[in-house]
């Protein structure tokens, strides 16, 4: 009799526990939808941790990911869903650990899972972001490569945003090419005359690309004191 008394209290308790949980997750999951038209970016990742407790979901963390990540909060989105390189990982999973590992300065890293994303989708702008971490790392030939291709398939109508400056900025995809390939070129031989020439024509498709100008002034005062460019090299 004790025994069918702890039976039945314990199948009451777990019945009562499911439908608490059951209740608990429709409520964060209404929640999650008014944050979300609220566009409460706190509100949604309070409703999501919720959510991944009461009913763990990989899909549902590599949101949360993408929306610590595109509130710039790249650690947290990185802690969430890791650093490493997964097969299986998903393609939002993918490009949060790349823009993130991009803004938390790991090149080698980011450049990884920039790859990974390219071999499943190629296309001008993920070109872009390789031929950049390549340039960083070192694999100018790599990155001349990806620069190519870039070139090729970058459409008349693709911008690129830049955030150098306060205000962000956005410029033709085929000019942000250019640039690089100005950069490629000098980092092989040092010749300042083609690189400048390079960005130049960057300029002629877009006049308002900063970095451009920045890289071009760079360059001419290493040509008018190559002693002192030297020295810094």
């Known amino acids: ?8 209290v314990f199948l009451i308790g777990f019945a009562t526990s499911a439908q608490t949980n059951s209740e608990l997750q ?3 999951e209404a929640f999650y939808k008014e944050m979300r038209l609220q566009g409460d970016i706190d509100g ?6 919720h959510l991944n407790v009461l009913s763990p979901s990989q ?3 590599d949101t949360l990911a993408y929306v610590y990540a595109n509130d710039n909060r790249h650690l947290q989105a990185l802690n969430t ?15 949060v650990k790349a823009i993130s590992l991009k803004a938390l300065n790991q090149p080698k890293r ?10 499943r989708t190629p296309n001008a702008y993920l070109a872009y972001e390789m031929a950049d971490l390549k340039i960083q790392t070192g694999d100018n030939a790599g990155a001349s490569t990806d620069i190519e291709y870039g070139l090729a398939n970058a459409k008349d109508d693709q911008k690129y945003a830049f955030y150098e400056r306060q205000q962000p900025y956005e410029v033709s995809l085929k000019a942000a090419f250019i640039h690089l390939k100005a950069l490629v070129q000098y980092n092989l031989d040092k010749n300042i005359d083609v690189a400048v020439a390079t960005i130049d024509e960057a ?5 308002n690309f900063n970095l451009a100008s920045l890289s071009k002034q760079a360059l001419e005062r290493r040509k ?3 002693e002192a460019a030297e020295k810094k090299e």
């Open 1 to 8: 009799m004790k025994k069918l008394v702890f039976v039945l």
């Open 26 to 28: 429709k409520h964060y």
């Open 44 to 49: 949604v990742v309070n409703a999501l941790t």
């Open 59 to 61: 899909a549902r963390k």
């Open 81 to 95: 869903i890791g650093i490493e390189k997964q097969d299986s990982d998903s393609d939002l999973a993918v490009h």
């Open 110 to 119: 980011a450049l990884e899972q920039f790859e990974s994303l390219f071999k």
């Open 203 to 207: 300029l002629k498709i877009d006049s």
């Open 224 to 226: 008018s004191t190559p």
